[in-house]
């Protein structure tokens, strides 16, 4: 199963916490049908780690360059990794 998966890791800067970025993603990775979680972390960034079909990711990596309305994307840190498996749904995690 996981073969015909990716995974995409993912780091976002800009204005990105306390404006609803987290409940964002995990809407739209839900609708995709992906595994993963998403995160702020401590630096005042968000961490997504994504899990599905490359196209869906893709879809969701577009997504994460517009964001919600009221914040400011500054840029994405994208990297594609092999699927793990590791994930049963898509949630959101403890600040790291």
């Known amino acids: 199963m996981t073969s015909i998966f990716s995974c995409l890791h993912a780091v976002i800067d800009g204005r990105v916490q306390g404006?609803?970025?987290r409940?964002?993603?995990l809407e739209k990775a839900r609708?995709?049908?992906l595994t993963g979680r998403v995160r702020n972390t401590i630096s005042g960034q968000v961490e997504v780690t994504a899990e599905g079909p490359?196209?869906?990711l893709e879809t969701l990596?577009?997504?994460l360059y517009r964001g919600p309305r009221g914040s400011w994307v500054e840029s994405v840190q994208q990297e594609w990794l092999p699927a793990s498996g590791e994930?049963?749904?898509f949630e959101v995690s403890r600040t790291v």
């Open 19 to 21: 404006v609803g970025f």
């Open 23 to 25: 409940m964002f993603v």
């Open 31 to 33: 609708s995709l049908q």
């Open 54 to 56: 490359r196209s869906q």
């Open 61 to 63: 990596l577009e997504d």
């Open 87 to 89: 994930y049963d749904s």
